[in-house]
């Protein structure tokens, strides 16, 4: 193998731009083109990282107690120049951003977990938690905000009716703190490619969004907007689809068909309850039953189910809740992904191995 000292400057630009470096800085002063940063510069740190934006000063020590990838780093640069005890080195980190490392930091100098604790999902708190995690191979790191969402995205029906239909929420709406996180939620498990969690992710999305917001976005509290990639909102707008069709077809119990409007008469339906389907299918037109209405819990739905007799009445909400079982059954493939067993199911029992492949 080629050292260093014979590579072409073109061959040593990129090497740069692909791994972190190391340099022996013996002042601990910043490069001047970058800035100290305020919360982060600990006089008597004794290693730099330094990012495009922004320097932090800390202890090697605590790096390398949670990231195996700077202990086995610091270790072998250390060995290799040996000035490194009395020096401060600086490890330059050209493709990380400041922002990713002040939470992170923020997290093992000072011993905030409330990112992990709060009820507030901070989702970009989270993002930077798992990049850095990841890249770096700190471990635990990984688990806590790996285990932080799966507190927010249910595997299981049982786990949705928890979360979503705990409590009577007007409009059958979803409880405020994920309210205007969707879009995010969603964009974060595809970036660390977290499947198990993606169809239960996608179904809050259609639950939530308009059509006008699943193409244009939804605007933060910062004033930028949350966009979806053109493969989720491709995924989502045939995947609301076909939940709507598959309500028509087995769970709401108007129609046993493709074609919405036939058979509107079942033969074990009294007279008043073929009246009371034919004008709910008229009601609701061409368009079908909403999506967003699929994995209701049948108790919010009771009054719905009350038809002219008991009998019709029991036989509706059966099919709605046999509906609905099979609908999360089959979510997945509503969404064009793996099923359940293929995603697998089981992601609490997993470490932050899940994130790190």
Not at 34 to 42: A, G, I, P, Q, T
Not at 186 to 204: G, K, R, S
Request: charged share 20%; net charge negative; hydrophobic share 35%.
């Amino acid at each position: 193998m080629a050292s260093p000292a014979s590579l072409s400057p073109a061959n040593l630009e990129a090497l740069r731009q692909l791994l972190p470096t190391l340099a022996t800085n013996c002042t601990g002063t910043p490069t001047p083109s970058r800035s100290k940063s305020k919360s982060f510069w600990l006089e008597d740190g004794n290693v730099i990282i330094e990012t495009p934006d922004l320097q932090f000063r800390v202890y090697r020590g605590l790096l390398s107690r949670h990231s195996p990838y700077f202990e086995s780093v610091l270790a072998s640069s250390e060995d290799a120049q040996g000035n490194f005890s009395t020096h401060c080195p600086t490890v330059f980190l050209w493709n990380d951003s400041a922002s990713d490392w002040e939470r992170v930091l923020r997290v093992l100098v000072n011993n905030d977990t409330s990112i992990f604790t709060s009820d507030n999902l901070d989702l970009d708190g989270l993002a930077s938690i798992l990049r850095i995690g990841k890249k770096y191979e700190f471990l635990d790191l990984c688990k806590r905000g790996l285990d932080r969402i799966c507190d927010e995205v249910p595997l299981s029906l049982e786990e949705w009716d928890e979360l979503f239909n705990a409590q009577e929420i007007e409009e059958f709406g979803i409880e405020p703190h994920l309210a205007g996180k969707e879009i995010d939620l969603l964009n974060l498990l595809i970036e660390f490619d977290i499947q198990p969690l993606l169809p239960a992710a996608y179904y809050i999305c259609v639950q939530n969004l308009t059509l006008h917001q699943i193409f244009l976005g939804t605007p933060r509290p910062d004033g930028t907007t949350s966009k979806l990639s053109h493969d989720s909102i491709q995924k989502l707008v045939l995947g609301r689809e076909k939940i709507s069709l598959f309500m028509w077809r087995h769970q709401i119990g108007w129609s046993d068909s493709a074609t919405p409007l036939a058979p509107l008469w079942l033969p074990h339906q009294c007279g008043g309850c073929q009246h009371d389907r034919a004008g709910a299918v008229l009601d609701l037109g061409s368009q079908g039953p909403n999506p967003r209405g699929a994995l209701f819990h049948p108790n919010k739905l009771i009054p719905l189910f009350k038809r002219k007799c008991l009998d019709c009445s029991e036989k509706n909400a059966e099919r709605y809740v046999q509906g609905r079982i099979r609908i999360w059954n089959d979510l997945p493939s509503s969404f064009d992904l793996p099923s359940w067993e293929e995603l697998g199911n089981t992601l609490r029992s997993t470490d932050s191995q899940m994130v790190l492949n």
